[in-house]
């Protein structure tokens, strides 16, 4: 915990910025990623931006978000963002994977309209197992000037947000992007949390004779590698 906090300070502190806004959805991600932000710079300097989408949102985590902001006497607002969809859905050339990319770009153009126009640095939300796997949007939920949560697994984050007294409301909710209704990260990825954590603990450690769900660590690999362009710069031809 104390290295993360050091860690975002030192960051802000070599770019020459001591101002921070975060992408607040009501889970445990954006919600750990906001304390820690907020004991690194001090909670004045922190900003949160809630973006909840009419009829897909639910109610209870725009108030989770709140009631954290509130906690952790950081300022808010609160930007629906339907109709900066409404546009994109005329789009002859559209698809539910397309609609739901876009909700996640068109929060991370509102994230940079205010850090641009606010002097400050966008602290992305992602956590070391969604970008191993790629399980993210590029230019979207990936966009990031810096990710608090980029060495933790999710079990681990999970671990920190209860070892950090995050309110168990968010601890304990079931995780999900709330892209569509219904959708939750564990049934999209194909496994849960403590599953693919393990996996690619193995994976990582070079530990491949100790995996015994092949059928998992091949759907994996797979993953990673139809992925790994996210984590990449664009391809430069020469």
């Known amino acids: 915990m104390g290295d993360l906090i050091q860690g975002i300070k030192n960051y802000f502190e070599k770019a020459n910025c001591d101002k921070a806004v975060i992408g607040l ?21 922190v900003f949160a931006i809630l973006m909840p989408e009419k009829g897909v949102t639910k109610k209870s985590s725009v108030d989770d978000a709140i009631k954290l902001c509130k906690e952790l006497k950081v300022k808010r607002k609160i930007i629906e963002i339907s109709k900066f ?11 539910e994977t397309a609609i739901a990319n876009t909700k996640a770009r068109i929060r991370a153009n509102i994230l940079y309209a205010y850090a641009n126009t606010k002097k400050a640095l966008v602290v992305g939300t992602s956590n070391k197992t969604e970008l191993l796997l790629g399980y993210g949007t590029k230019h979207g939920d990936i966009a990031a000037d810096i990710f608090a949560l980029g060495s933790l697994y999710k079990t681990e984050v999970f671990a920190l947000a209860k070892k950090m007294k995050l309110p168990e409301e968010i601890v304990n909710k079931t995780p999900s992007a709330e892209l569509y209704r219904g959708q939750t990260d564990e049934a999209e990825l194909g496994a849960s949390y403590a599953q693919l954590d393990k996996m690619l603990k193995l994976i990582e450690n070079k530990q491949i004779k100790k995996i015994k769900n092949q059928k998992l660590y091949e759907k994996i690999l797979e993953r990673i590698k139809n992925n790994k362009h996210k984590s990449k710069t664009p391809k430069i031809i020469k």
Do not use: F, Q, V
Request: cysteine-free.
């Open 25 to 45: 959805s009501g889970g445990i991600d954006s919600a750990l990623s906001l304390k820690l932000t907020a004991e690194a710079l001090g909670n004045k300097n």
């Open 85 to 95: 969809l409404k546009p994109y859905k005329r789009l002859r050339w559209r698809s």
